[in-house]
Protein backbone atom coordinates (compact mmCIF):
# COMPACT_ATOMS: atom_id res chain seq x y z
CA UNK A 1 0.00 0.00 0.00
CA UNK A 2 1.42 3.28 -1.13
CA UNK A 3 0.98 6.22 1.64
CA UNK A 4 1.34 9.39 0.35
CA UNK A 5 2.50 12.58 2.47
CA UNK A 6 2.50 16.25 2.35
CA UNK A 7 4.34 18.54 4.41
CA UNK A 8 1.53 20.97 3.40
CA UNK A 9 -1.54 21.11 6.30
CA UNK A 10 -4.16 18.76 3.47
CA UNK A 11 -7.96 19.52 3.99
CA UNK A 12 -9.30 16.80 2.80
CA UNK A 13 -13.23 16.46 1.16
CA UNK A 14 -14.80 13.75 0.96
CA UNK A 15 -17.84 13.94 -2.11
CA UNK A 16 -17.66 16.69 -4.47
CA UNK A 17 -21.34 17.72 -5.13
CA UNK A 18 -22.93 21.20 -4.16
CA UNK A 19 -21.76 21.05 -0.39
CA UNK A 20 -17.90 20.41 -1.58
CA UNK A 21 -18.09 23.68 -3.82
CA UNK A 22 -19.30 26.01 -1.77
CA UNK A 23 -16.86 24.99 0.89
CA UNK A 24 -14.24 25.10 -1.80
CA UNK A 25 -15.73 29.06 -2.79
CA UNK A 26 -15.29 29.61 0.65
CA UNK A 27 -12.05 28.50 1.36
CA UNK A 28 -10.35 30.04 -1.55
CA UNK A 29 -12.56 33.21 -0.96
CA UNK A 30 -11.41 33.50 2.40
CA UNK A 31 -7.40 32.07 1.99
CA UNK A 32 -4.37 34.80 2.52
CA UNK A 33 -1.34 34.37 0.11
CA UNK A 34 0.63 33.36 3.36
CA UNK A 35 -1.81 30.54 4.25
CA UNK A 36 -2.59 29.23 1.07
CA UNK A 37 1.29 28.43 -0.29
CA UNK A 38 1.50 26.19 3.02
CA UNK A 39 -2.31 24.33 2.09
CA UNK A 40 -3.65 22.19 -0.24
CA UNK A 41 -7.09 20.73 -0.63
CA UNK A 42 -7.56 17.26 -1.93
CA UNK A 43 -10.88 16.40 -3.07
CA UNK A 44 -12.09 12.63 -3.48
CA UNK A 45 -14.87 11.99 -5.81
CA UNK A 46 -15.31 8.92 -7.99
CA UNK A 47 -17.66 10.37 -10.57
CA UNK A 48 -16.02 11.98 -13.56
CA UNK A 49 -17.17 15.74 -12.67
CA UNK A 50 -16.54 17.33 -9.96
CA UNK A 51 -19.61 19.76 -8.99
CA UNK A 52 -23.17 18.10 -9.86
CA UNK A 53 -23.17 15.02 -7.25
CA UNK A 54 -26.44 13.18 -7.08
CA UNK A 55 -28.79 15.62 -6.86
CA UNK A 56 -27.73 17.93 -9.61
CA UNK A 57 -26.46 15.72 -12.29
CA UNK A 58 -27.21 14.90 -15.97
CA UNK A 59 -31.04 14.39 -16.17
CA UNK A 60 -33.95 15.46 -17.93
CA UNK A 61 -35.35 18.75 -18.72
CA UNK A 62 -38.35 17.72 -16.58
CA UNK A 63 -36.64 17.52 -12.86
CA UNK A 64 -36.56 21.04 -11.83
CA UNK A 65 -35.02 23.23 -9.02
CA UNK A 66 -38.16 23.68 -6.63
CA UNK A 67 -36.64 27.68 -6.51
CA UNK A 68 -36.60 30.12 -8.92
CA UNK A 69 -33.28 30.50 -10.65
CA UNK A 70 -32.53 34.27 -8.97
CA UNK A 71 -32.14 32.74 -5.53
CA UNK A 72 -30.13 29.78 -6.66
CA UNK A 73 -26.30 29.96 -5.66
CA UNK A 74 -23.44 28.07 -4.16
CA UNK A 75 -22.50 31.50 -2.38
CA UNK A 76 -23.64 31.86 1.59
CA UNK A 77 -22.54 35.81 0.34
CA UNK A 78 -23.81 36.50 -3.29
CA UNK A 79 -27.04 34.74 -3.97
CA UNK A 80 -26.52 36.21 -7.90
CA UNK A 81 -24.26 33.37 -8.94
CA UNK A 82 -26.44 31.42 -10.77
CA UNK A 83 -28.54 34.03 -12.45
CA UNK A 84 -25.11 35.69 -13.73
CA UNK A 85 -24.03 32.26 -15.02
CA UNK A 86 -27.14 32.10 -17.36
CA UNK A 87 -27.35 35.32 -18.49
CA UNK A 88 -23.63 34.95 -19.28
CA UNK A 89 -23.76 31.58 -21.00
CA UNK A 90 -26.80 32.16 -23.02
CA UNK A 91 -24.93 34.72 -24.88
CA UNK A 92 -22.77 31.70 -25.93
CA UNK A 93 -25.60 29.00 -25.91
CA UNK A 94 -28.87 29.32 -27.45
CA UNK A 95 -30.30 26.10 -25.09
CA UNK A 96 -29.91 28.72 -22.40
CA UNK A 97 -31.43 31.69 -23.47
CA UNK A 98 -35.08 30.64 -23.20
CA UNK A 99 -34.30 30.52 -19.58
CA UNK A 100 -32.00 33.98 -19.37
CA UNK A 101 -35.05 35.31 -21.38
CA UNK A 102 -36.94 35.38 -18.56
CA UNK A 103 -37.89 37.36 -15.73
CA UNK A 104 -35.57 34.62 -13.28
CA UNK A 105 -37.33 35.69 -10.37
CA UNK A 106 -40.15 33.45 -12.19
CA UNK A 107 -38.44 30.96 -13.90
CA UNK A 108 -37.45 27.35 -12.76
CA UNK A 109 -34.75 25.70 -14.75
CA UNK A 110 -33.79 22.18 -14.48
CA UNK A 111 -31.81 20.52 -11.96
CA UNK A 112 -29.23 19.74 -14.98
CA UNK A 113 -28.46 22.93 -16.05
CA UNK A 114 -27.66 23.70 -11.94
CA UNK A 115 -25.01 21.32 -12.42
CA UNK A 116 -23.68 22.47 -15.08
CA UNK A 117 -23.40 25.57 -12.74
CA UNK A 118 -21.64 23.96 -10.45
CA UNK A 119 -19.62 22.23 -12.97
CA UNK A 120 -18.14 25.77 -14.71
CA UNK A 121 -18.44 27.18 -10.56
CA UNK A 122 -15.67 24.82 -9.31
CA UNK A 123 -13.81 25.62 -13.14
CA UNK A 124 -13.75 29.34 -12.05
CA UNK A 125 -12.80 28.57 -8.03
CA UNK A 126 -9.69 26.36 -9.05
CA UNK A 127 -8.57 29.33 -11.08
CA UNK A 128 -8.85 31.44 -8.35
CA UNK A 129 -7.31 29.49 -6.36
CA UNK A 130 -3.87 29.01 -8.52
CA UNK A 131 -3.93 33.36 -8.45
CA UNK A 132 -3.47 32.92 -4.66
CA UNK A 133 -1.11 29.86 -5.15
CA UNK A 134 -3.57 27.23 -3.15
CA UNK A 135 -3.28 23.94 -4.26
CA UNK A 136 -6.27 21.97 -5.35
CA UNK A 137 -6.54 18.16 -5.96
CA UNK A 138 -9.28 15.86 -6.91
CA UNK A 139 -8.86 11.76 -6.57
CA UNK A 140 -11.25 10.05 -8.68
CA UNK A 141 -11.76 7.20 -6.43
CA UNK A 142 -14.21 7.05 -3.14
CA UNK A 143 -12.46 7.09 -0.13
CA UNK A 144 -12.85 3.33 1.59
CA UNK A 145 -11.84 4.22 5.25
CA UNK A 146 -10.36 6.40 7.71
CA UNK A 147 -8.35 6.27 10.98
CA UNK A 148 -7.16 8.42 13.30
CA UNK A 149 -3.62 9.33 14.35
CA UNK A 150 -1.49 12.04 14.47
CA UNK A 151 -2.64 12.92 11.16
CA UNK A 152 -5.87 11.15 9.04
CA UNK A 153 -5.03 8.16 7.41
CA UNK A 154 -7.96 8.11 4.34
CA UNK A 155 -7.48 5.04 2.69
CA UNK A 156 -8.41 4.85 -1.17
CA UNK A 157 -8.21 1.93 -2.92
CA UNK A 158 -4.21 0.74 -2.61
CA UNK A 159 -3.20 4.08 -1.48
CA UNK A 160 -3.66 5.83 1.91
CA UNK A 161 -3.08 9.92 2.24
CA UNK A 162 -2.48 11.84 5.24
CA UNK A 163 -4.77 14.61 6.14
CA UNK A 164 -4.95 16.62 9.25
CA UNK A 165 -8.47 18.30 8.72
CA UNK A 166 -11.72 16.13 6.70
CA UNK A 167 -14.67 17.57 5.35
CA UNK A 168 -17.77 14.87 4.99
CA UNK A 169 -19.80 15.92 2.16
CA UNK A 170 -20.97 12.66 0.56
CA UNK A 171 -24.40 13.79 0.31
CA UNK A 172 -27.45 11.82 0.27
CA UNK A 173 -28.05 8.42 1.31
CA UNK A 174 -30.53 5.84 -0.76
CA UNK A 175 -34.07 5.98 -0.09
CA UNK A 176 -35.40 3.34 2.51
CA UNK A 177 -36.81 0.07 0.70
CA UNK A 178 -39.63 0.16 2.99
CA UNK A 179 -41.77 -2.69 1.75
CA UNK A 180 -39.01 -5.18 1.26
CA UNK A 181 -39.38 -5.42 -2.45
CA UNK A 182 -35.55 -5.30 -3.32
CA UNK A 183 -34.43 -7.42 -6.10
CA UNK A 184 -38.23 -7.70 -7.95
CA UNK A 185 -37.40 -6.90 -11.58
CA UNK A 186 -40.32 -4.49 -11.22
CA UNK A 187 -38.89 -2.44 -8.34
CA UNK A 188 -36.94 0.63 -9.26
CA UNK A 189 -35.45 1.15 -5.90
CA UNK A 190 -33.51 4.64 -6.69
CA UNK A 191 -35.13 6.64 -9.81
CA UNK A 192 -32.00 8.78 -10.29
CA UNK A 193 -30.92 9.82 -12.59
CA UNK A 194 -34.81 9.65 -14.31
CA UNK A 195 -33.43 9.28 -18.04
CA UNK A 196 -32.45 5.54 -16.82
CA UNK A 197 -34.15 4.67 -14.77
CA UNK A 198 -38.18 5.71 -15.62
CA UNK A 199 -38.35 7.47 -18.33
CA UNK A 200 -37.72 3.65 -20.34
CA UNK A 201 -40.54 2.70 -18.20
CA UNK A 202 -43.37 5.15 -20.56
CA UNK A 203 -45.22 2.28 -22.62
CA UNK A 204 -45.96 0.90 -19.17
CA UNK A 205 -49.22 0.07 -18.33
CA UNK A 206 -49.76 0.94 -14.46
CA UNK A 207 -47.15 2.11 -12.21
CA UNK A 208 -47.50 2.87 -8.80
CA UNK A 209 -44.98 5.14 -7.19
CA UNK A 210 -44.22 5.16 -3.18
CA UNK A 211 -44.88 8.87 -2.18
CA UNK A 212 -45.70 11.75 -2.75
CA UNK A 213 -43.39 14.37 -2.13
CA UNK A 214 -40.80 16.11 -4.25
CA UNK A 215 -39.35 13.05 -6.09
CA UNK A 216 -42.81 11.64 -6.29
CA UNK A 217 -43.65 15.01 -8.58
CA UNK A 218 -40.75 14.86 -10.72
CA UNK A 219 -41.67 10.90 -11.90
CA UNK A 220 -44.84 11.79 -12.46
CA UNK A 221 -44.06 14.40 -14.37
CA UNK A 222 -41.30 13.33 -16.39
CA UNK A 223 -43.44 9.90 -17.41
CA UNK A 224 -46.17 12.71 -18.97
CA UNK A 225 -43.37 14.45 -20.84
CA UNK A 226 -42.34 11.22 -22.40
CA UNK A 227 -45.71 10.06 -23.60
CA UNK A 228 -46.69 8.10 -20.66
CA UNK A 229 -50.84 6.99 -21.12
CA UNK A 230 -51.08 4.52 -18.44
CA UNK A 231 -52.42 4.38 -15.39
CA UNK A 232 -50.27 5.78 -12.19
CA UNK A 233 -50.73 5.59 -8.90
CA UNK A 234 -49.15 7.67 -6.16
CA UNK A 235 -49.66 6.10 -2.81
CA UNK A 236 -48.19 8.20 0.50
CA UNK A 237 -49.53 7.53 4.26
CA UNK A 238 -51.07 11.42 3.70
CA UNK A 239 -51.72 11.23 -0.22
CA UNK A 240 -50.99 15.05 -0.07
CA UNK A 241 -48.44 16.49 -2.52
CA UNK A 242 -46.39 19.40 -1.46
CA UNK A 243 -47.85 22.94 -1.41
CA UNK A 244 -47.59 25.04 -4.73
CA UNK A 245 -44.71 28.10 -4.73
CA UNK A 246 -46.27 31.21 -5.15
CA UNK A 247 -45.09 34.90 -6.61
CA UNK A 248 -41.87 35.86 -4.81
CA UNK A 249 -42.54 39.00 -3.59
CA UNK A 250 -40.48 40.78 -1.29
CA UNK A 251 -38.26 39.02 1.27
CA UNK A 252 -39.86 39.05 4.60
CA UNK A 253 -38.46 40.79 7.80
CA UNK A 254 -39.12 39.17 10.79
CA UNK A 255 -40.44 40.65 13.67
CA UNK A 256 -41.00 37.91 16.61
CA UNK A 257 -39.29 34.72 15.30
CA UNK A 258 -36.46 36.65 15.55
CA UNK A 259 -33.01 35.77 16.96
CA UNK A 260 -32.88 38.65 19.28
CA UNK A 261 -36.38 36.58 20.56
CA UNK A 262 -34.80 33.01 20.91
CA UNK A 263 -31.59 34.21 22.88
CA UNK A 264 -33.73 35.59 25.03
CA UNK A 265 -36.30 32.19 25.26
CA UNK A 266 -32.97 30.78 25.71
CA UNK A 267 -31.36 32.51 28.87
CA UNK A 268 -34.93 31.78 30.54
CA UNK A 269 -34.65 28.15 29.79
CA UNK A 270 -30.94 27.32 30.73
CA UNK A 271 -29.92 27.40 26.65
CA UNK A 272 -33.07 25.49 25.95
CA UNK A 273 -36.88 26.51 25.50
CA UNK A 274 -40.31 24.61 24.55
CA UNK A 275 -41.50 23.88 21.61
CA UNK A 276 -44.56 25.90 22.70
CA UNK A 277 -42.86 28.99 23.71
CA UNK A 278 -40.95 29.10 20.39
CA UNK A 279 -44.31 28.33 18.19
CA UNK A 280 -46.23 31.15 19.83
CA UNK A 281 -43.16 33.45 18.38
CA UNK A 282 -44.17 31.72 14.54
CA UNK A 283 -47.94 32.38 15.08
CA UNK A 284 -47.55 36.11 16.52
CA UNK A 285 -45.16 36.21 12.69
CA UNK A 286 -48.11 34.63 10.66
CA UNK A 287 -50.54 36.59 12.11
CA UNK A 288 -48.58 40.11 11.22
CA UNK A 289 -49.39 39.27 8.05
CA UNK A 290 -52.81 38.15 8.44
CA UNK A 291 -52.60 34.20 7.90
CA UNK A 292 -53.76 31.90 10.82
CA UNK A 293 -51.78 29.05 11.94
CA UNK A 294 -54.37 26.64 12.06
CA UNK A 295 -55.72 27.43 8.68
CA UNK A 296 -51.78 26.80 7.63
CA UNK A 297 -50.51 23.77 9.25
CA UNK A 298 -54.38 22.41 10.16
CA UNK A 299 -55.37 21.88 6.43
CA UNK A 300 -58.43 19.46 6.21
CA UNK A 301 -58.93 19.82 2.49
CA UNK A 302 -58.43 16.55 0.20
CA UNK A 303 -55.29 15.79 -1.39
CA UNK A 304 -57.05 17.03 -4.78
CA UNK A 305 -59.15 19.84 -3.24
CA UNK A 306 -55.84 21.40 -2.08
CA UNK A 307 -53.94 20.83 -4.98
CA UNK A 308 -56.60 22.89 -6.86
CA UNK A 309 -56.60 25.70 -4.23
CA UNK A 310 -53.20 26.13 -4.12
CA UNK A 311 -52.70 26.70 -7.93
CA UNK A 312 -55.78 28.73 -7.96
CA UNK A 313 -53.30 30.81 -5.58
CA UNK A 314 -49.83 30.37 -7.10
CA UNK A 315 -49.99 33.23 -9.33
CA UNK A 316 -50.02 35.51 -6.64
CA UNK A 317 -47.66 36.33 -3.70
CA UNK A 318 -48.63 34.26 -0.56
CA UNK A 319 -47.55 36.02 2.41
CA UNK A 320 -47.23 33.08 4.60
CA UNK A 321 -44.26 31.50 2.27
CA UNK A 322 -42.73 34.31 2.26
CA UNK A 323 -42.65 34.13 6.59
CA UNK A 324 -41.76 30.39 5.91
CA UNK A 325 -39.17 31.66 3.91
CA UNK A 326 -37.74 34.36 6.09
CA UNK A 327 -37.27 31.42 8.84
CA UNK A 328 -34.35 30.24 7.10
CA UNK A 329 -32.15 32.93 9.52
CA UNK A 330 -33.51 31.31 12.44
CA UNK A 331 -34.89 28.02 12.01
CA UNK A 332 -31.78 26.17 13.22
CA UNK A 333 -30.99 28.26 16.38
CA UNK A 334 -34.82 28.12 17.46
CA UNK A 335 -34.33 24.03 16.54
CA UNK A 336 -31.50 24.05 18.65
CA UNK A 337 -33.41 25.71 21.88
CA UNK A 338 -35.62 22.41 21.85
CA UNK A 339 -34.82 19.64 24.22
CA UNK A 340 -35.00 16.13 22.85
CA UNK A 341 -38.26 15.25 23.68
CA UNK A 342 -39.88 18.11 21.47
CA UNK A 343 -37.40 17.12 18.76
CA UNK A 344 -38.65 13.91 18.54
CA UNK A 345 -42.47 15.38 19.00
CA UNK A 346 -41.62 17.87 15.65
CA UNK A 347 -40.05 14.82 13.90
CA UNK A 348 -43.43 12.87 14.79
CA UNK A 349 -46.13 14.96 14.09
CA UNK A 350 -45.05 18.39 12.24
CA UNK A 351 -41.94 17.87 10.16
CA UNK A 352 -43.33 16.41 7.33
CA UNK A 353 -46.48 19.41 6.91
CA UNK A 354 -43.97 22.30 7.45
CA UNK A 355 -41.25 20.63 4.55
CA UNK A 356 -44.66 20.18 2.32
CA UNK A 357 -44.73 24.22 2.90
CA UNK A 358 -41.81 25.21 2.75
CA UNK A 359 -40.28 23.34 -0.23
CA UNK A 360 -43.64 23.88 -2.55
CA UNK A 361 -43.06 22.42 -6.25
CA UNK A 362 -43.50 25.03 -9.14
CA UNK A 363 -46.92 25.68 -10.37
CA UNK A 364 -45.88 24.62 -13.91
CA UNK A 365 -45.71 20.67 -12.21
CA UNK A 366 -48.71 21.41 -10.00
CA UNK A 367 -50.67 21.85 -13.64
CA UNK A 368 -49.43 18.72 -15.10
CA UNK A 369 -50.51 16.46 -12.12
CA UNK A 370 -53.80 18.33 -11.67
CA UNK A 371 -54.46 17.13 -15.31
CA UNK A 372 -53.49 13.75 -15.15
CA UNK A 373 -55.56 13.37 -11.64
CA UNK A 374 -58.78 15.51 -13.51
CA UNK A 375 -58.24 12.95 -16.49
CA UNK A 376 -58.49 9.76 -14.57
CA UNK A 377 -55.32 9.01 -15.62
CA UNK A 378 -53.84 9.55 -11.66
CA UNK A 379 -54.81 8.50 -8.43
CA UNK A 380 -53.72 9.95 -5.03
CA UNK A 381 -54.01 7.43 -2.20
CA UNK A 382 -53.19 7.84 1.38
CA UNK A 383 -52.78 4.32 2.64
CA UNK A 384 -50.13 1.43 3.75
CA UNK A 385 -50.41 -0.96 0.43
CA UNK A 386 -49.36 -4.77 0.91
CA UNK A 387 -47.38 -5.73 -2.02
CA UNK A 388 -47.15 -9.38 -3.47
CA UNK A 389 -44.38 -9.94 -5.12
CA UNK A 390 -44.90 -13.61 -6.29
CA UNK A 391 -45.19 -12.60 -10.22
CA UNK A 392 -42.08 -12.26 -12.07
CA UNK A 393 -43.92 -9.97 -14.29
CA UNK A 394 -45.37 -7.66 -12.18
CA UNK A 395 -46.33 -6.28 -8.70
CA UNK A 396 -49.50 -6.47 -6.75
CA UNK A 397 -50.78 -4.43 -4.13
CA UNK A 398 -53.81 -4.77 -1.85
CA UNK A 399 -54.80 -1.84 0.16
CA UNK A 400 -56.98 -1.81 3.04
CA UNK A 401 -61.41 -2.29 1.71
CA UNK A 402 -59.35 -3.73 -1.61
CA UNK A 403 -61.50 -6.93 -2.78
CA UNK A 404 -58.84 -7.46 -5.73
CA UNK A 405 -55.03 -6.54 -5.23
CA UNK A 406 -53.92 -4.17 -8.08
CA UNK A 407 -51.67 -5.12 -11.01
CA UNK A 408 -48.67 -2.18 -11.74
CA UNK A 409 -46.24 -3.05 -14.34
CA UNK A 410 -43.34 -1.21 -12.18
CA UNK A 411 -43.39 -0.10 -8.63
CA UNK A 412 -40.99 3.38 -8.36
CA UNK A 413 -39.64 4.26 -4.78
CA UNK A 414 -39.40 7.60 -4.49
CA UNK A 415 -39.61 8.44 -0.36
CA UNK A 416 -37.01 10.39 -0.09
CA UNK A 417 -33.04 9.63 1.35
CA UNK A 418 -33.08 7.54 4.75
CA UNK A 419 -32.11 9.55 7.47
CA UNK A 420 -29.73 6.81 9.06
CA UNK A 421 -26.75 4.80 7.85
CA UNK A 422 -28.32 1.61 8.90
CA UNK A 423 -25.80 -0.96 6.94
CA UNK A 424 -22.63 -0.81 4.83
CA UNK A 425 -24.18 -0.57 1.57
CA UNK A 426 -26.27 2.95 2.51
CA UNK A 427 -22.42 4.43 3.21
CA UNK A 428 -19.18 2.35 3.02
CA UNK A 429 -17.51 4.87 4.35
CA UNK A 430 -19.90 6.55 6.42
CA UNK A 431 -20.80 3.02 8.20
CA UNK A 432 -16.89 2.22 9.16
CA UNK A 433 -17.12 5.45 10.99
CA UNK A 434 -19.99 4.49 12.48
CA UNK A 435 -18.65 1.68 13.89
CA UNK A 436 -15.43 2.17 14.96
CA UNK A 437 -16.53 4.80 17.25
CA UNK A 438 -15.45 7.54 15.19
CA UNK A 439 -19.01 8.67 14.69
CA UNK A 440 -22.23 7.49 16.34
CA UNK A 441 -25.68 7.93 14.87
CA UNK A 442 -27.81 10.97 16.10
CA UNK A 443 -31.86 9.50 17.18
CA UNK A 444 -33.05 12.01 14.94
CA UNK A 445 -31.38 11.33 11.79
CA UNK A 446 -27.58 10.99 10.48
CA UNK A 447 -24.55 10.88 12.63
CA UNK A 448 -23.87 13.62 15.33
CA UNK A 449 -22.06 16.89 15.02
CA UNK A 450 -21.56 19.78 17.18
CA UNK A 451 -24.09 22.45 17.04
CA UNK A 452 -22.11 25.34 16.59
CA UNK A 453 -18.70 23.29 14.22
CA UNK A 454 -20.25 20.87 12.95
CA UNK A 455 -17.48 18.90 14.23
CA UNK A 456 -18.10 14.96 14.21
CA UNK A 457 -18.87 13.73 17.89
CA UNK A 458 -17.47 9.90 18.48
CA UNK A 459 -18.41 7.63 20.81
CA UNK A 460 -17.19 9.12 23.65
CA UNK A 461 -18.81 11.95 23.44
CA UNK A 462 -16.24 14.42 22.15
CA UNK A 463 -15.97 16.56 19.00
CA UNK A 464 -13.45 15.80 16.33
CA UNK A 465 -12.30 19.45 16.07
CA UNK A 466 -10.70 18.26 12.70
CA UNK A 467 -13.43 16.04 11.50
CA UNK A 468 -16.60 18.47 9.98
CA UNK A 469 -19.70 17.03 8.66
CA UNK A 470 -21.87 18.76 6.06
CA UNK A 471 -25.11 18.47 4.50
CA UNK A 472 -27.68 15.48 4.65
CA UNK A 473 -25.58 13.72 7.35
CA UNK A 474 -26.06 16.48 9.63
CA UNK A 475 -30.13 15.81 9.22
CA UNK A 476 -30.24 15.23 13.17
CA UNK A 477 -28.30 18.27 14.36
CA UNK A 478 -29.65 20.82 11.68
CA UNK A 479 -33.79 20.74 10.88
CA UNK A 480 -33.42 21.76 7.58
CA UNK A 481 -30.17 20.28 5.27
CA UNK A 482 -31.86 19.87 1.84
CA UNK A 483 -31.70 23.40 0.87
CA UNK A 484 -28.23 24.55 -0.94
CA UNK A 485 -28.80 28.29 0.58
CA UNK A 486 -28.32 26.54 4.00
CA UNK A 487 -25.53 23.82 3.49
CA UNK A 488 -23.72 27.63 1.82
CA UNK A 489 -24.26 28.79 5.02
CA UNK A 490 -22.81 26.09 6.96
CA UNK A 491 -19.92 25.90 4.68
CA UNK A 492 -19.08 29.66 5.18
CA UNK A 493 -18.25 28.52 8.87
CA UNK A 494 -16.58 25.36 8.27
CA UNK A 495 -14.22 27.12 6.35
CA UNK A 496 -13.76 30.22 8.51
CA UNK A 497 -12.90 27.43 11.05
CA UNK A 498 -10.77 25.52 9.23
CA UNK A 499 -8.47 28.31 8.37
CA UNK A 500 -8.95 29.24 11.98
CA UNK A 501 -7.28 26.09 12.84
CA UNK A 502 -4.00 26.66 10.64
CA UNK A 503 -0.98 26.59 12.99
CA UNK A 504 1.23 29.58 13.02
CA UNK A 505 4.16 27.62 11.88
CA UNK A 506 2.18 26.72 9.02
CA UNK A 507 5.28 23.69 8.43
CA UNK A 508 4.63 21.86 11.79
CA UNK A 509 2.56 19.40 11.21
CA UNK A 510 3.02 17.21 14.48
CA UNK A 511 1.45 18.10 17.67
CA UNK A 512 -2.29 19.45 16.65
CA UNK A 513 -5.31 18.42 18.87
CA UNK A 514 -6.17 14.86 16.45
CA UNK A 515 -6.73 12.45 18.83
CA UNK A 516 -4.55 9.14 19.05
CA UNK A 517 -5.19 6.46 17.10
CA UNK A 518 -7.73 3.58 18.36
CA UNK A 519 -6.72 0.96 16.22
Given at each position: ????????????????????????????????????????????????????????????????????????????????????????????????????????ATAYAPRSMFGRF??????????????????????????????????????????????????????????????????????????????????????????????????????????????????????????????????????????????????????????????????????????????????????????????????????????????????????????????????????????????????????????????????????????????????????????????????????????????????????????????????????????????????????????????????????????????????????????????????????????????????
Open positions: MTIFANEKFTVAVVGAGGACVAFLHQIVSSVSREQAASMRVVIFEPREQVGPGLAYQADVDTALLNRNAETMSVSANDYSTFSAWLRWKAHHEDELKSVSATDLLGDFFVETCAAAVKKGLEIEVIPHAADAIRRGERYQIRHGDSVLLADSVLLAVGNTGARDHYRLGGHARFVPHPYPLARHVVPLRSAGSICIIGSGLTAVDIAVTLAAHGFNGKLDMVSLTGHLPFVRGVQGQPHRLRYLTAAALNTLARGGAGKSSLRAVFRLLRAELRAVGCCWRTLLCDEATPVQRLRDELAEAGQVRPWQRVLAATNDVIEQAWNLLPGADRQLVMKRFAHAWMARRAPMPANNARVLLGMIESGQMRLLADTPAFDRADSDCLRATLPGDVVPGRYDYVINATGAARWVECREDSPLIWQLLQDGYAVADPLGGIRVDYATGAVIDEDNEPDWNMRALGHLTSGTYFFVSSLEMIARRARHIASDVLSSLPPDHTALTGRTAAPALD
